[in-house]
């Protein structure tokens, strides 16, 4: 079982730089990926970053690949996801997500989300 709170997210403006955090609480965290997803109104809810707990085998959707970094803190079992150079297309809810499941990249592929944090961004 895990649990995971998201927060850091606000109103920003197109080229700012805006860091999201992701709580995880669990006996067993270092089994986990864990992973930041995002909808935005009116789209499906799509991958965006992956990393597993030890820090190591970060991936990135083509979309934010060079400006995005997720990374892990396992002192403060936090995941963070650090947007560089945010676009107004970067608008949406972001999702904290975790699975046991390596390489795993779809929504039925993790069993755990936050309630997820808002992002505008301002053009």
Do not use: H
């Not at 990135?60 to 947007?83: C, H, K, P, W």
């Not at 039925?108 to 053009?123: H, L």
């Amino acid at each position: 079982q895990v649990q995971l709170v998201e927060s850091g997210g606000g109103l920003v403006q197109a080229g700012d730089p805006l860091r999201l955090s992701c709580a995880a609480s669990g006996r067993t965290l270092f089994r986990y990926i864990i992973a930041w997803f995002r909808q935005a109104p009116g789209k499906e809810r799509e991958f965006v970053a992956r990393i597993r707990w030890t820090g190591t085998a970060g991936y990135y959707a083509d979309s934010v690949e060079g400006r995005f970094t997720i990374s892990t803190d396992n002192a403060r079992n936090s995941v963070y996801l650090q947007m560089n150079g945010v676009k107004y297309e970067d608008t949406a809810v972001y999702y904290c997500a975790a699975t046991t499941t390596y390489y795993a990249i779809r929504v039925d592929e993790y069993a755990y989300w936050g309630q997820g944090t808002q992002v505008t961004v301002s053009s």
